[in-house]
């Protein structure tokens, strides 16, 4: 779990750490036990002033390695990318590496490992991992993403959300939020109609030198996963009526193209901006309505919803100088698909529940340890010093 901590701005406090990473054992009833506080050797975001408790406006900030020996971690505050190897007692730190501006989420397949920079027209640049935990860069691997974005600090309004390799490795799919569309917000003017990016990867672990794009009716296209038959599911945290939020399935073409399954299913929550699932069932985080919403997956990719509330991140009683809530952030379910774990920057902790056979969800409970944000989610200092927790890997 990455804390996205910043300790560069003028006001921060002598003791305010650097970016870090929160270790937890998991016990066989999914309950977690905190291991320890990691340095990443770089700086997170901090707070944004926009969303306080999502100072990276990001999915897969942090990710763990297909055969679960190494993790990523972006530091969106020092544009860089850290390695640590995984160990039973903790973590060890081997690489540190410089990317783009901004980046604020990873992919890894095999040996390669790419990263998303979310600044200025945004990018994706590659790396290879050798055995030691340490990555070279993929010369001549970096694709430009026509993002429209600020230079140097993105609004996570409109952001590029996530990248991640398809699980057969062949395509690279990025997404961009662009958020709504003009009118529906005072002052906001989206940045583009919500963008789905798929790139071809060659032989030589390159992207294709142009993307296939597809877009979505300024739906906000955020995080995503794949399901068991490497259909993209998207997280539209504008997409549903009124600007409530939805998910979309879609069949992944050879050439790249999208074919809908079942484009936008709503769940009537606020800022559906997550989605995860175990194959059978998808679950997202809805950052201001505080819940999980759960979805069936049947054979051919489609989506049917289970329950607009089928979890509450904002059931245990938290400081009453919060008034923001739990602000659910980042979901992952642990690889055997029982157990379920979310973010909580705005209590500074992690949300478990027991994934049950109907796809109903128990509590575990929310685990501390974290770094908690600022107070409504508004911060004094655009990027500024604090933590803004954001990225989870499961094991």
């Given at each position: 779990m990455g804390t996205n901590h910043n300790n560069t701005h003028p006001n921060a406090p002598p003791d305010e750490p650097a970016n870090q990473v929160v270790m937890y054992n998991r016990a066989d009833d999914g309950k977690l036990t905190l291991v320890g506080t990691f340095d990443t050797g770089g700086q997170g975001s901090g707070p944004a002033v926009r969303f306080a408790g999502d100072g990276l406006g990001s999915a897969h900030s942090v990710q763990i390695s297909d055969n679960r020996r190494w993790l990523f971690v972006t530091n969106a505050g020092s544009n860089n990318v850290s390695v640590f190897r995984v160990k039973k007692d903790g973590l060890e730190r081997t690489d540190v590496e410089p990317t783009g501006i901004f980046p604020n989420s990873v992919t890894q397949y095999g040996n390669l490992v790419y990263v998303l920079n979310s600044a200025g027209e945004g990018s994706i640049t590659g790396y290879v991992l050798n055995k030691h935990g340490n990555l070279t860069p993929i010369p001549g691997s970096t694709r430009t993403l026509n993002a429209n974005q600020d230079s140097v600090r993105p609004d996570v309004l409109f952001?590029?959300?996530?990248?991640?390799?398809?699980?057969?490795?062949?395509?690279?799919?990025?997404?961009?939020?662009?958020?709504?569309?003009?009118?529906?917000?005072?002052?906001?003017?989206?940045?583009?109609?919500?963008?789905?990016?798929?790139?071809?990867?060659?032989?030589?672990?390159?992207?294709?030198?142009?993307?296939?794009?597809?877009?979505?009716?300024?739906?906000?296209?955020?995080?995503?996963?794949?399901?068991?038959?490497?259909?993209?599911?998207?997280?539209?945290?504008?997409?549903?009526?009124?600007?409530?939020?939805?998910?979309?399935?879609?069949?992944?073409?050879?050439?790249?193209?999208?074919?809908?399954?079942?484009?936008?299913?709503?769940?009537?929550?606020?800022?559906?901006?997550?989605?995860?699932?175990?194959?059978?069932?998808?679950?997202?985080?809805?950052?201001?309505?505080?819940?999980?919403?759960?979805?069936?997956?049947?054979?051919?990719?489609?989506?049917?919803?289970?329950?607009?509330?089928?979890?509450?991140?904002?059931?245990?009683?938290?400081?009453?100088?919060?008034?923001?809530?739990?602000?659910?952030?980042?979901?992952?379910?642990?690889?055997?698909?029982?157990?379920?774990?979310?973010?909580?920057?705005?209590?500074?902790?992690?949300?478990?529940?027991?994934?049950?056979?109907?796809?109903?969800?128990?509590?575990?409970?929310?685990?501390?340890?974290?770094?908690?944000t600022v107070d409504g989610d508004m911060a004094p200092f655009e990027f500024g010093f604090g933590g803004s927790p954001a990225g989870i890997a499961v094991d």
């Open positions: 952001n590029p959300a996530e990248v991640s390799f398809t699980p057969d490795g062949r395509h690279l799919v990025v997404t961009i939020k662009d958020g709504p569309f003009a009118g529906a917000l005072p002052n906001v003017i989206p940045t583009g109609p919500s963008r789905v990016l798929v790139f071809g990867v060659g032989y030589d672990g390159k992207p294709s030198e142009n993307f296939t794009q597809t877009d979505l009716n300024n739906g906000g296209s955020f995080g995503f996963s794949f399901d068991r038959y490497g259909n993209l599911l998207v997280s539209l945290f504008v997409g549903g009526p009124e600007l409530t939020g939805s998910v979309g399935s879609f069949r992944i073409n050879q050439d790249g193209t999208l074919t809908p399954i079942t484009p936008n299913v709503p769940n009537g929550q606020i800022d559906t901006c997550w989605v995860e699932n175990n194959g059978r069932y998808a679950y997202t985080a809805n950052y201001t309505s505080g819940t999980i919403s759960s979805y069936r997956i049947s054979k051919d990719g489609s989506l049917r919803l289970l329950a607009s509330v089928a979890g509450l991140a904002d059931d245990l009683p938290g400081p009453p100088d919060k008034s923001q809530g739990a602000t659910p952030l980042d979901l992952r379910i642990s690889k055997n698909g029982r157990f379920l774990y979310n973010v909580l920057p705005g209590s500074g902790a992690i949300a478990g529940w027991r994934i049950n056979r109907d796809g109903s969800l128990t509590k575990l409970g929310e685990f501390g340890g974290l770094p908690d």
